[in-house]
Every structure is written in structure tokens, then in C-alpha cells.
């Protein structure tokens, strides 16, 4: 089993910074592979970026370059920059984790451990 804790959500104005992290227990952080997920009110929950135990990345196109995932495996804890946030990133963010492959998945059933979420709102 693994816990996921979310923090770092906020109100934020557009063009403005956000880092989320998310804390990992239960499980050894390091053989894990970490995704953040976001949903906006209205809408299914979408893949935003993950990160493997090897720090490789993925993100969707709509936050390449704008977001970044890094992880401490010192202190079991995966985060989630934002830069330049639009008003279109406001959305409750979720962390989720699950056994590392070489795959990075995009899809969310394939991710077996899932934090509470966070609230993400950019104000235009």
C-alpha cells in the first residue's frame, strides 16, 4: 500500500507559480512511478505529466514547458512546478503513483495508488 498527500494548491493569478508535492508512504518511493492528474469542473479527469524512478518525464502538450516534475527520494516526495499558469490550468490536481516500468503511462487506470487532490485556481 501507498499514501499519497497532495499540498501546495492555492489561488494564483494568471502568468503566476505553483508548486505542488505530493508525499509518498508505505511503499519505497524510489520503485515507484509518480503521475500527476488534474480535473477541471465539468470535465474528465486528464493526464498532466508523470515521472519515472530513472527522472525521466512526460508531460501533455498543453503544459510543455510551462510545468515540471522533479522528485526527492530522500524525502519520498514528487512535485509538480507550474509556470506561467493559465486560467485554463485551474482544476483540482491529483498525485498518483505505481510500480516503475519502462513505460510511462498516460492513463489513469494504470495508476494503483491516488492522493486526495489539491485545488489548483488561476485567476484571469
Known amino acids: 500500500q501507498v499514501q499519497l498527500v497532495e499540498s501546495g494548491g492555492g489561488l494564483v493569478q494568471a502568468g503566476g507559480s505553483l508548486r505542488l508535492s505530493c508525499a509518498a508512504s508505505?511503499?519505497?518511493?524510489?520503485?515507484?512511478?509518480m503521475g500527476w492528474f488534474r480535473q477541471a469542473p465539468g470535465k474528465e479527469r486528464e493526464f498532466v505529466g508523470a515521472?519515472?524512478?530513472?527522472?525521466?518525464?512526460h508531460f501533455i502538450d498543453s503544459v510543455k514547458g510551462r510545468f515540471t516534475i522533479s522528485r526527492d527520494n530522500a524525502k519520498n516526495t514528487v512535485y509538480l512546478q507550474m509556470n506561467s499558469l493559465k486560467p485554463e490550468d485551474t482544476a483540482v490536481y491529483y498525485c498518483?503513483?505505481?510500480?516503475?516500468?519502462?513505460?510511462?503511462?498516460?492513463?489513469?487506470?494504470?495508476?494503483?495508488?491516488w492522493g486526495q487532490g489539491t485545488q489548483v485556481t488561476v485567476s484571469s
Open positions: 498518483a503513483a505505481r510500480p516503475d516500468t519502462l513505460v510511462l503511462y498516460t492513463t489513469e487506470m494504470k495508476y494503483d495508488y
Open positions: 515521472i519515472a524512478r530513472s527522472g525521466s518525464t
Open positions: 508505505g511503499q519505497t518511493f524510489r520503485t515507484l512511478a
